[in-house]
């Protein structure tokens, strides 16, 4: 039997990288998944692939009660779905830094107002909220996408705090720079790629970038039994970027 057995979980970001190897090992360990993302159709087999669009409330409140419908509990959240921002202040738009934030904070916020009344019913829930180690050092070019990020990881704290003893936990991922399809996007946009993807790999003190399937294991693990104690916290998995 797997550690989810019986259980529910939402995975938003779940059609590529990080959120598709959440998903698909969500669905391993005997879960329930809803796989959702803005473009279903590569979300992993054997889950519950579902359109969404993570800045839109209608769209998670409808998707969090399909949920509830389906299967009258939610076990997990996943917040993961969020991209990417390459500009500095100067750069970026008003019109970029207000769509990144709007996939990757107000995203959150969404899918955690919604999830958490279905938790506290049943007096237990984890949600697991995908931050960036750019939350928690200054990274060049990477403005809003920074800020986005470091505005999840204070929003984890805060709902952390706000539900502790309620058996709903709250915590964040902080990968370092993942080889995902976002960062593949990133490196063949460069005039050398080859060249940006060593600059990429050199920030990780290991030597090399991380993996989808990293950061998925560390997410089973905090909404996990395991994890019944860990709540707030910031599980840094990125190669000791931020450890220099």
Not at 35 to 59: F, K
Not at 131 to 148: F, N, P
């Amino acid at each position: 039997m797997g550690r989810f057995e019986g259980r529910t979980v939402l995975v938003t970001g779940a059609g590529s990288g990080i959120g598709f190897h959440m998903a698909s090992r969500f669905r391993d360990e005997g879960a329930v998944v809803y796989a959702a993302d803005i473009t279903p159709g590569g979300c992993p087999g054997g889950t519950v692939a579902l359109s969404l669009d993570v800045t839109e409330e209608r769209q998670i409140r409808e998707t969090v009660e399909r949920v509830l419908a389906d299967t009258g509990r939610l076990d997990v959240l996943c917040n993961n779905a969020g991209i990417g921002s390459t500009k500095n202040p100067i750069d970026c738009t008003a019109e970029e830094w207000d769509h990144v934030f709007a996939v990757n904070v107000r995203g959150v916020f969404l899918g955690t107002k919604y999830a958490l009344p279905a938790m506290l019913r049943q007096g237990k829930g984890a949600i697991v909220n995908t931050a960036s180690a750019a939350g928690s050092v200054g990274l060049i070019d990477r403005a809003a996408y920074g800020a986005s990020k470091g505005a999840v990881i204070a929003f984890t704290k805060q709902v952390a705090v706000q539900y502790a003893g309620t058996g709903v936990r709250c915590n964040c991922l902080v990968p370092g720079t993942v080889d995902s399809p976002w960062v593949g996007r990133l490196l063949d946009e460069a005039g050398d790629p080859a060249e940006a993807r060593e600059r990429l790999i050199a920030r990780q003190p290991v030597g090399r970038l991380g993996v989808p399937a990293e950061i998925a294991e560390a997410a089973l693990y905090l909404a996990s039994d395991d994890a019944d104690f860990v709540t707030g916290t910031e599980l840094v998995i990125d190669g000791g970027l931020l450890a220099r």
